[in-house]
Antibody
Framework: QVTLKESGPGILQPSQTLSLTCSFS??????????VGWIRQPSGKGLEWLAT???????HYNPSLKSRLTISKDTSNNQVFLKITSVDTADTGTYYC???????????????WGQGVMVTVSS | DIRMTQSPASLSASLGETVNIECLAS??????LAWYQQKPGKSPQLLIY???SLQNGVPSRFSGSGSGTQYSLKINSLQSEDVATYFC?????????FGGGTKLELK
């Protein structure tokens, strides 16, 4: 059974760095073709893909935020991390991590999602 | 970036009705398209991938079709539990992009 769960600081101030953790079970990030992605959603709005990481440390970033994003993983502890630097109020929203079974093959859709973690950027 | 335009933005339909939601890509995405359902307060759930493949466990009243730049999600015999917002996503090119969503309500 594949499960993912996000954790984060809840609230932070503008200009700080947001650090998010995705803890997962039911699959191995060392398995071929598997990836874990981060997607965010401002309240009441649409979905924005941020980044995905796979087995051999292959990564893809959304160019609109690339300079501020860092995705990494701890394969032995089944965790994926996302850091976003210099946050502002526009970064407020729900952040999801999600499993992609076909990342390496280019079939980068998300078949399992975490419950999401709400992040508020406010002074 | 590939722009994904969904229509309509909102939709009201009756129980038992057939519903169609459209997704238009700004360029050919070669059927690299997924559909998700998001119920209020919940995470998105995958319904369709590769434009027309039904994800395991998804009711057969959901179906996807299309090619090139035009895709659609069809819900046959609308049920009350189908009230949700629906999103399309392309995975043909980076960055992966989503449509703006279609909010489906009961009439």
């Amino acid at each position: 059974q594949v499960t993912l769960k996000e954790s984060g600081p809840g609230i932070l101030q503008p200009s700080q760095t947001l650090s998010l953790t995705c803890s997962f079970s039911g699959f191995l990030l060392s398995a071929s073709s598997v990836g874990v992605g981060w997607i965010r959603q401002p309240s009441g709005k649409g979905l924005e893909w941020l980044a995905t990481i796979g087995w051999e440390d292959v990564k893809h970033y959304n160019p609109s935020l690339k300079s501020r994003l860092t995705i990494s993983k701890d394969t032995s502890n089944n965790q994926v991390f996302l850091k976003i630097t210099s946050v502002d109020t526009a970064d407020t929203g729900t952040y999801y991590c999600a499993h992609s079974a076909g990342y390496y093959d280019g079939y980068d859709y998300f078949d399992y999602w975490g419950q999401g973690v709400m992040v508020t950027v406010s002074s | 970036d590939i722009r994904m335009t969904q229509s309509p933005a909102s939709l009201s339909a009756s129980l038992g009705e057939t519903v169609n939601i459209e997704c238009l890509a700004s360029e050919d995405i070669y059927s690299d398209l997924a559909w998700y359902q998001q119920k209020p307060g919940k995470s998105p759930q995958l319904l369709i991938y590769n434009a027309n493949s039904l994800q395991n466990g998804v009711p057969s009243r959901f179906s996807g079709s299309g090619s090139g730049t035009q895709y659609s999600l069809k819900i046959n015999s609308l049920q009350s539990e189908d009230v949700a917002t629906y999103f399309c996503q392309q995975y043909n090119n980076y960055p992966r992009t989503f449509g703006g969503g279609t909010k489906l309500e009961l009439k």
